[in-house]
């Protein structure tokens, strides 16, 4: 029974296209996030979350946001500080109806004013939807 649950755990990590060895920072952590998401990403990189005060280049950005954090676009700005050229930001918010429940089109509206360039929506959790965000093809040339 263990390992099914196991590897339901991973293929989370997996959906998010995290591999081992990765380098992943994880912003907006507060007592709702889904703990055994978190746990199946350690897994799958073989290490900790770094935080928000982590300076090393990362690979993806967990952003866990809600409703009342603030504005979208200055997290958004704060998550790409780190963020390698092909790097990933998944913006994990609440789905329709629980606490905290972000509306698609104020993600779709802060992407491109932060630079970035949205891709696909995939459910993460119970609770979780996930928003993926890379840079812009044309922005990636430039840098």
């Keep these: 029974m263990v390992a099914a649950e196991d590897a339901g755990k991973i293929g989370v990590a997996e959906k998010l296209g995290i591999e081992s060895g990765m380098v992943v920072q994880?912003?907006?952590w507060d007592e709702d996030v889904d703990d055994n998401l978190r746990a199946a990403v350690e897994e799958q990189i073989g290490g900790d979350l770094?935080?928000?005060?982590?300076?090393?280049?990362?690979?993806v950005v967990l952003l866990w946001?809600?409703?009342?954090?603030?504005?979208?676009?200055?997290?958004l700005l704060e998550a790409t500080g780190v963020l390698a050229?092909?790097?990933?930001?998944?913006?994990?918010?609440?789905?329709?109806?629980?606490p905290g429940h972000v509306e698609p089109s104020?993600?779709?509206?802060?992407?491109p004013t932060a630079?970035?360039?949205q891709t696909?929506?995939?459910?993460?959790a119970d609770d979780w939807a996930?928003?993926?965000l890379v840079w812009p093809k044309s922005t990636k040339a430039k840098r």
């Design 130 to 132: 996930g928003t993926r």
């Design 65 to 75: 946001w809600r409703e009342d954090d603030g504005d979208l676009v200055d997290a």
């Design 120 to 124: 696909s929506n995939i459910s993460v």
């Design 106 to 111: 104020d993600i779709a509206e802060a992407v």
């Design 85 to 98: 050229e092909d790097g990933v930001i998944w913006v994990l918010t609440p789905k329709t109806g629980r």
């Design 50 to 59: 770094l935080d928000e005060d982590a300076d090393e280049t990362v690979s």
């Design 115 to 117: 630079g970035l360039s």
């Design 26 to 28: 994880e912003l907006g």
